[in-house]
């Protein structure tokens, strides 16, 4: 436990503010583990689904906030194949950082981005291909460990970061799981085997995960949204303010935490089939809203 506490702690310590009010719309996502849109790539799947959500939230106002893990770079090693497999979400995403509405975590899948050189590298400038020239594409893109997300006046912090802070294996120990991922897992995967150090794929590092965090919770009167276990949280008022966004690898569907009015939801981007047979892809609250006020005052009773 003590390693968790002091890398949250330190997370707090040094997270951006991002002060929001009851006008303020935002939408948190995570684990999206892009690829190379080969067999391994678990992204492929939902990617048309996730490209729609980001298509309405930034239609509709929203900051987007990616809690890490959005790019799959252990399994693999160019991130120019990753770029092209997803151009359609990454395209939805520089919609975001046009208009200063977007805020990027790294998690332990894309911890390379703690870097700002390999931010710059994978980020800075994109080919064209009309032109055959590379091109600005988010040239001043930023990376954070964790966001401090102070709502009006409230005293009490709502930290957004990865999650992986709590996980020993999953933080210090990174570059060797990327190792063994790499060359073992990636390719064991299609044949029906899970990679043993995720969380979401292990139950019991999940809810150890999970106890780490909200012990911290307590101890450091903080709340949380996180990612990272893949697995989404939404407490009622009078339980420990823990959030989870879950992922965007869930069988046919994506989910995400929706911040907006000063009310809090969870809800799912998924695929249904209408009264005529068309496919479409519709947005369902999971839970929520919750007035964001409930558990400020719950938590600082």
């Known amino acids: 436990m003590w390693f968790s506490r002091r890398r949250l702690n330190k997370a707090l310590k040094e997270a951006e503010i991002l002060k929001i009010d009851d006008d303020s719309k935002i939408v948190f996502m995570s684990d999206a583990h892009r690829g190379d849109g080969g067999f391994s790539d678990d992204a492929v799947k939902n990617r048309n689904i996730m490209s729609h959500a980001l ?3 930034f239609k509709e106002g929203f900051t987007y906030i990616e809690l890490g893990d959005g790019n799959e770079l252990w399994e693999n090693i160019y991130f120019k194949t990753v770029y092209r497999a997803h151009k359609n979400t990454f395209l939805r995403i520089k919609d975001f950082y046009d208009d200063n509405r977007l805020f990027m975590i790294w998690g332990n ?3 390379v981005y703690r870097n700002p050189k390999t931010v710059k590298r994978h980020f800075s400038e994109m080919l064209d ?3 055959d020239k590379m091109v600005d594409f988010m040239p001043n893109l930023k990376y954070h460990e964790a966001l401090r997300i102070q ?10 970061l990865h999650g992986h802070q709590a996980d020993f294996m999953n933080y210090s120990m990174w570059k060797f799981n990327r190792f063994f991922v790499r060359l073992i897992w990636k390719w064991l995967q ?4 899970y990679d043993p150090t995720s969380p979401a794929q292990n139950h019991i590092e999940l809810i150890r995960v999970e106890r780490r965090i909200k012990k911290w919770i307590h101890e450091s009167k903080t709340m949380v949204i996180a990612g990272h276990t ?36 969870l809800v ?3 695929i249904i089939t209408d009264d005529m047979g068309y496919l479409k892809i519709e ?7 919750m007035c964001l006020e409930d558990y400020w005052a719950a938590f600082e009773a």
């Open 55 to 57: 298509g309405s939230y």
């Open 190 to 193: 299609s044949f029906g085997f």
């Open 283 to 289: 947005k369902e609250t999971l839970e929520g809203p």
């Open 151 to 160: 709502y009006k006046d409230r005293q009490v912090p709502l930290l957004a």
């Open 129 to 131: 291909a009309k032109t």
């Open 268 to 270: 799912k981007w998924h």
């Open 230 to 265: 893949h697995r989404p949280r939404f407490p009622s008022p009078n339980e420990t303010p823990f959030f989870n966004d879950g992922s965007g690898v869930h069988p046919r569907s994506v989910t995400a935490i929706e911040i907006q009015y000063g009310y809090i939801s």
């Open 109 to 111: 899948h894309d911890m």
